[in-house]
């Protein structure tokens, strides 16, 4: 089983991570991908005028968060025993996490969701887009609960 693991850099993703590793069966597994998607109209920044020093391509791309981000998702799965590879792709999320589950046979997809209900409704989420479009299972990761705030008393 080939299983898709996307990442934003967020707690929440990390904790899909988590999850996976705590309720799937390693041996059953047989590797993992693990997968950023940088937004292509974020990639670049504006140039402006009063950029006195030239800058570093790599510095102004998103590139090297996406890296990181991926890196802490190999570190959480490094010893869990499947096969992990790592990939970073342009685009909008949903549909590059989607064509990437395709392109490589995926058995699964794993995202973590943290918007809230209104905000899904509103702009729409990607785990929802990915839920709605993928051709394999996807695992949805919702936030754990909020604790709940303890009463004052006057």
């Known amino acids: 089983m ?13 904790r899909a991570a988590r999850y996976l590793r705590s309720v799937a069966d390693a041996d059953s597994i047989t590797s993992v991908g693990v997968l950023a998607v940088i937004s292509p109209l974020a990639a670049v920044p504006f140039a402006t ?13 998103f590139r090297a968060a996406a890296e990181a981000a991926t890196a802490q ?16 792709r342009s685009g909008s999320p949903a549909t590059e996490i989607v064509k990437a589950a ?4 995926a058995d699964l997809i794993v995202v973590a969701s943290s918007s809230s209900r209104a905000e899904a409704v509103l702009m729409g989420s990607v785990a929802h ?4 479009n993928a051709t394999c299972p996807v695992l949805v990761v919702r936030p754990g609960a909020k604790p709940k705030k303890k ?3 006057p």
């Not at 299983?3 to 993703?13: E, F, L, P």
């Not at 005028?49 to 510095?59: L, P, Q």
């Open 73 to 88: 998702i190999v570190e959480v799965l490094a010893d869990w025993g499947p096969k992990i590879t790592t990939s970073i």
């Open 102 to 105: 395709k392109a490589k046979g």
């Open 49 to 61: 005028e009063n950029t006195g020093a030239r800058t570093d391509i790599e510095e102004m791309s």
């Open 129 to 132: 887009r990915v839920l709605n």
């Open 151 to 153: 009463p004052t008393r």
């Open 2 to 14: 080939h299983v898709i693991i996307a990442t934003d850099g967020s707690k929440q993703s990390l």
